[in-house]
């Protein structure tokens, strides 16, 4: 297979400039890393290779011959395969339907031979390791990892005379666990060892520097490097992203900080897979919840917002005893920063502004909002700046927003109704490295302003940087509490699935 070249790509959204000239090659037989952070224009340039978008400028060449661009099956036919960012199921298609969204259905004698359909699916479901998911199930059935294995399994669905070589993936693991990633890492190595090329887009450091052969390093639309990883590294590529040495990614703690009064009381709460949790939580202390995937962090916040409906116990917000109801929480100050953004959080085609504002609104409240707009606008504005939010203006559609920039609008939110207690999952997930590091800092002013933080977070830097103690779950249980302080990574990961010590003794 020849290399395909991106030559000089520009795109233009109004008065941003998502690509500005950029250059890129990618051969067979190598995993090419693009990085950069959010809005550098990465999945504006995977969308112009998809023939999803046209570029203003610039060509896409195959072995010296011009692809026609802004067509989705010339790229098909080039042997281009994608796993665009934050694609969703199509609700009442089976898998193996999902799977075929942008492949031609197997046919014969013009009827669909489903027969073909889901063997093609489970041949391809079984190279990863997925023998255990059906085909013919819905694919909402799945968890958001298994879906996001499928989505990586259909690029791999073999396609008659147009043999694929080109894997183009958009944060593929943002949604994974570290066992669903390795096999993810097994199947890209795989596919090299064939004469594959993979482009591949992480914020995830690690995984950059353990799969990539060359790094491409975008910074607000331009292209800054490419690099061989042999001669660039970690600071290398933070530095080129940033522009800046973020040697220190966490604050430290304020040194005079004493705990503040119980803000929140959490008794015998029982919700959906979470059971019997009981716990207080004073202002101004960072609490991080962490485990193993699937042991119930994400039901701990959700029932404490009352997004997960409660069988049993009460939860206490200054003084307060909540009905469980999320209406009430937001009110009695609690703020919530979901996990899946775009399905938990956002009205994608409202404004920012509108995002950051309306859920804090009812009844008359909403009235004099709409009547109020310049006051709302600079509200959300400053919370805007607050969270280092880029985008072209506050009035601007959330579906227009990277990634990474949509999970700071939901920031933003949380903070416009001045909470006191805030609940975040997984809050920088998708996130670049310098907005990381503005979120940590801007935590850790709240919390040393009073805010009382409960985290959640499969990040162990981030939970051992941040927390001042670590809830550790295990089955829907809060089996262990400890103090962050002096505690390593191994540490910590041994207790997700070791005994304490007083189960040892027992
Ligand atoms: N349809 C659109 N309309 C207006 N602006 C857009 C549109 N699509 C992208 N942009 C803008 O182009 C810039 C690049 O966005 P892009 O999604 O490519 O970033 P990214 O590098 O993928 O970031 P992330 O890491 O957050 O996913 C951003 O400023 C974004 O707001
Ligand atoms: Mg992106």
């Not at 339907?97 to 079984?126: C, F, I, K, Q, T």
């Not at 994608?348 to 009235?367: K, M």
């Not at 949509?406 to 975040?424: D, H, I, T, Y």
Request: a negative charge; glycine letters at 12%; one cysteine or more.
């Amino acid at each position: 297979m020849p290399q395909l070249d991106l030559e000089t790509i520009s795109r233009r959204f109004g008065a941003v400039t998502a690509l500005d000239g950029v250059s890129l090659s990618l051969r067979p037989g190598e995993v090419h890393a693009l990085m950069g952070e959010n809005g550098a224009g990465k999945s504006t340039l995977i969308r112009v290779l998809a023939g999803l978008d046209r570029p203003d400028e610039g060509r896409i060449m195959l072995g010296g011959e011009e692809i026609p661009p802004g067509q989705p099956a010339a790229m098909r036919e080039a042997g281009l395969r994608f796993i665009h960012q934050e694609l969703h199921a199509v609700k009442g298609l089976s898998v193996a339907e999902n799977m075929h969204l942008d492949h031609p259905y197997p046919r014969r004698a013009g009827l669909v031979n489903w027969g073909a359909l889901n063997a093609a699916a489970s041949e391809a479901l079984a190279r990863l390791g997925l023998e255990t998911i059906d085909p013919r199930a819905p694919m909402t059935d799945l968890g958001p990892g298994d879906q996001m294995l499928v989505r990586i399994a259909s690029t791999l669905i073999a396609d008659g005379d147009r043999p694929a070589w080109l894997y183009v993936m958009d944060e593929p693991t943002a949604a994974l666990t570290s066992g669903e990633s390795e096999r993810l890492f097994t199947v890209i190595g795989q596919l090299i060892g064939q004469g594959g090329g993979v482009l591949y887009v992480s914020h995830r450091m690690p995984e950059v520097l353990r799969l990539a052969d060359r790094v491409t390093v975008l910074r607000d639309g331009r292209h800054v490097s490419t690099r061989p990883l042999s001669e660039t590294g970690e600071a290398r590529i933070i530095e080129e992203m940033t522009g800046r040495d973020l040697s220190a990614l966490f604050p430290p703690r304020r040194s005079d900080a004493t705990p503040g009064e119980v803000v929140l009381r959490v008794e015998q709460l029982s919700a959906g897979p979470l059971e019997e949790a009981t716990f207080e939580l004073r202002a101004g202390e960072v609490l991080g919840v962490a485990g193993i995937a699937g042991s119930g962090r994400g039901a701990l916040l959700r029932a404490l917002v009352g997004e997960q409906s409660r069988s049993d116990g009460t939860v206490t917000l200054d003084g307060r005893t909540l009905n469980g109801g999320p209406k009430q929480a937001w009110r009695g100050g609690m703020a919530y920063v979901p996990r899946e953004r775009r399905s938990e959080g956002l009205m994608l085609r409202r404004a920012i502004f509108e995002n950051v504002a309306l859920p804090h609104l009812s009844g008359l409240a909403r009235l004099r909002y709409f009547l109020d707009h310049r006051r709302q606008r600079r509200v959300a504005r400053d919370l805007g700046g607050q969270v280092q939010l880029k985008a072209a203006s506050i009035t601007q559609a959330c579906e227009e927003l990277s990634g990474g920039n949509q999970q700071k609008v939901l920031f933003a939110r949380a903070l416009a109704g001045a909470p006191k207690v805030l609940l975040l999952d997984e809050p920088t997930r998708g996130v670049d490295i310098g907005a990381r590091s503005e979120l940590y800092r801007l935590i850790r002013e709240l919390s040393d302003a009073g805010l009382a933080v409960v985290m959640a977070s499969s990040d162990l830097p981030e939970l051992l940087g941040l927390s001042d103690r670590i809830a550790i779950m295990r089955d829907g249980r809060l089996s262990e509490f400890v103090e962050a302080e002096g505690l390593t990574e191994a540490e910590l990961l041994s207790r997700f699935y070791h005994l304490s010590k007083e189960e040892q003794a027992a």
